[in-house]
């Protein structure tokens, strides 16, 4: 049995350069440009004046709105015209005026986007970024260079990244919060410089963690930013208590996977 070809739909204004690879049920809006290095996967969908350009690999279903910039020179001083990358996966929406760049020779050649992720207007991915799954990044969030954020992690309106910092998964960012430090997975920061205000409890409870899991979060969190010891003392303690606990490992892991990187910490300490 043949599986009919769902023809592309391409507006004739937009400019599609020669060596362009689209593929099938593809639209394309008024005035769009993609450049002769670009691979489109199916069902995608290119809104008017949307600009892809670069070597950028787009998966299918992505939706691309007016006056974004995808896949051109990262802003980068040191950037030398080498064939960089950037690869966005499945099932994204891109909104208006979002700007995301490809990699560099310092940060591995790639930037890359997982699936399922919105990028509200004016956000901003910076070149060697890895971006995970189900991210959201509203209004004019904006990530330095060599970011990394984790799966279902959420950026507030007009929140900055540091260049390396480190996004934990299930993590909320607040609005208008300037982070210069990492963010441990299932953490919530806030502030003009971040500090941890607490968990995501939210944002777990949405995604159908146990009742049974979040009780360890938060026993772990606790704990783990209390008073008494060292933090490295805290750390291990955690490792021992909270063993074979999924999410509060994830935590575990994070912190010492990167030893040389602070995180965030509390204001003050948790009772």
């Avoid at 050649?109 to 992720?117: A, H, R």
């Avoid at 509200?120 to 070149?127: D, E, F, G, R, T």
């Avoid at 990244?161 to 607040?174: C, D, L, T, Y």
């Amino acid at each position: 049995m043949s599986t009919a070809i769902v023809e592309n739909d391409i507006h004739p204004t937009a400019v599609i350069e020669p060596g362009a690879r689209l593929g099938t049920g593809i639209r394309i809006g008024p005035y769009a440009i993609v450049g002769a290095e670009v691979e489109v996967g199916d069902g995608s969908v290119l809104h008017s004046h949307s600009v892809i350009g670069g070597r950028t690999r787009i998966g299918p279903k992505n939706e691309i709105f007016p006056f974004a910039s995808i896949g051109l020179r990262p802003q980068d001083l040191k950037y030398g015209g080498e064939p960089s990358e950037l690869v966005i996966g499945s099932g994204n929406v891109i909104r208006e005026h979002v700007t995301m760049n490809p990699g560099t020779q310092g940060g591995g050649m790639l930037t890359k986007v997982g699936d399922g992720c919105l990028f509200m207007v004016a956000s901003h991915v910076a070149h060697d970024c890895m971006i995970g799954d189900q991210v959201i990044m509203a209004n004019n969030a904006t990530l330095a260079g060599h970011v990394e954020v984790g799966d279902c992690a959420i950026l507030g309106g007009l929140s900055a990244v540091h260049q390396f910092v480190r996004i934990g998964k299930h993590s909320m960012v607040g609005g208008m919060t300037g982070v210069e430090h990492d963010v441990i997975p299932y953490g919530s920061v806030m502030g003009d410089r971040a500090r941890l205000s607490g968990l995501n409890l939210v944002g777990v409870k949405r995604r159908g963690f146990s009742r049974e899991d979040i009780n360890s979060l938060r026993k772990a969190y606790r704990q783990l930013f209390a008073n008494e010891g060292t933090f490295q003392e805290r750390l291990e303690e955690v490792a021992r208590d909270f063993d074979g606990v999924a999410p509060v490992m994830d935590i575990i892991e994070f912190i010492r996977s990167d030893s040389s990187r602070a995180i965030c910490q509390p204001r003050e300490a948790t009772d």
